[in-house]
């Protein structure tokens, strides 16, 4: 069974810089692309960002473009998603999940497996 592990999360100020980890185990990790989610307070859940299962393509949220990056290290069956200039709107519960599909996805429907979620606050 495919378990993810979210870590990283935390208290950031404002303009600060947050590196969201994920670890897989239960499968096999280059089958998935790979995706970050985020829910705050109130709200549905979002997309932030996808790779690709060989990282050769990515894709992000228009919210988070420029300011966030998500790299995989295939042979430690690890995600990250980096974040700089983090403002208070980025203030949610982040989530990694893995998508077997050949494509990669940005609605959460596609997603099978998902993480606990790690708590990212941005103080202004």
């Known amino acids: 069974q495919v378990q993810l592990v979210e870590s990283g999360g935390g208290l950031v100020q404002a303009g600060g810089s947050l590196r969201l980890s994920c670890a897989f185990s239960g499968g096999s990790f280059i089958n998935y692309n790979m995706g970050w989610f985020r829910q705050a307070p109130g709200k549905e859940r979002e997309f932030v960002a996808v790779i690709s299962w060989a990282g050769h393509s990515t894709d992000y949220a228009d919210s988070v473009k420029g300011r966030f990056s998500i790299s995989r290290e295939n042979a430690k069956n690890t995600v990250y998603l980096q974040m700089v200039s983090l403002v208070p709107e980025d203030t949610a519960v982040y989530y990694c999940?893995?998508?077997?599909?050949?494509?990669?996805?940005?609605?959460?429907?596609?997603?099978?497996?998902w993480g606990q979620g790690t708590q990212v606050t941005v103080s202004s």
């Open positions: 999940a893995a998508d077997p599909s050949f494509y990669a996805n940005v609605e959460d429907q596609y997603y099978g497996y």
